[in-house]
């Protein structure tokens, strides 16, 4: 992809998310039938967030893990939530303040290929279900490499391409096919929804992507599947 095909496909992204924000959290829901929560809440057991962390969340979209990851690290932590969508930070930002946790939180409009944070910085950089969607993936996850400490976790909670082909075809029908009629129906949303399965088209499958998590130089790479790879896990350590 060059440079021109980047810029096209960043104003699109944006223009989608800028327009589903408010119905957002309810079609994460529909779609992954609840189970994101599951899947974030067995990441952040894995990652053992302690009090006193920082930790910064990339595409933090309306900021469900940039909670879980405030609620972690206490009012001695500090989080950052990064979008470039600031539709999607406000509704972010509305949750956070009926939480009553804004003090720990800071919620930032900026792009995830150009973090605006020095070498070292945080802890933790985590990305949920929106590094199919950025224009670069691999300099996406440098940059995440980049901010974090040495002994740091990259960390990505993605939709992924089941392994079993059977299995991925009947994925791909449901995500392809079904999933857009859900939001016309669900939302009135059928352009926005039909894009987004497209999005997963081009992405590594969870093999690739683990790779591409060496090349920004995180070693060891763990990776784990969920509900057979329709999702997928994959934890960095900075070396």
Excluded at 123 to 133: E, P, Q, S, V
């Amino acid at each position: 992809m060059n440079q021109e095909q980047m810029k096209q496909k960043a104003e699109f992204v944006h223009s989608v998310f800028e327009s589903i924000a408010e119905e957002y959290d309810r079609m994460n829901n529909v779609i992954s039938f609840g189970s994101h929560v599951a899947w974030r809440n067995y990441t952040m057991k894995q990652l053992n967030v302690q009090p006193g962390q920082a930790a910064i969340d990339i595409a933090c979209g309306t900021c469900d893990w940039t909670i879980s990851l405030a609620d972690a690290v206490g009012k001695t932590g500090k989080v950052v939530g990064l979008d470039f969508s600031q539709n999607m930070l406000d509704v972010g930002a509305y949750k956070i303040e009926q939480r009553g946790i804004h003090e720990g939180i800071e919620l930032v409009n900026a792009d995830a290929m150009n973090l605006p944070y020095d070498d070292n910085t945080f802890d933790y950089a985590t990305i949920g279900f929106a590094l199919r969607n950025v224009p670069d993936i691999q300099r996406v996850l440098n940059e995440m490499t980049r901010v974090v400490k040495p002994g740091g976790k990259v960390v990505s909670l993605e939709v992924s391409k089941p392994p079993f082909i059977p299995y991925r075809k009947l994925f791909y029908f449901y995500f392809y096919k079904i999933l857009p009629q859900i939001a016309k129906l669900t939302v009135n949303k059928y352009q926005e929804y039909a894009w987004l399965p497209q999005s997963l088209t081009n992405f590594p499958d969870s093999k690739k992507l683990a790779e591409m998590f060496q090349t920004a130089g995180l070693q060891p790479v763990q990776v784990k599947l969920f509900m057979g790879g329709v999702a997928a896990l994959h934890i960095g350590t900075k070396s």
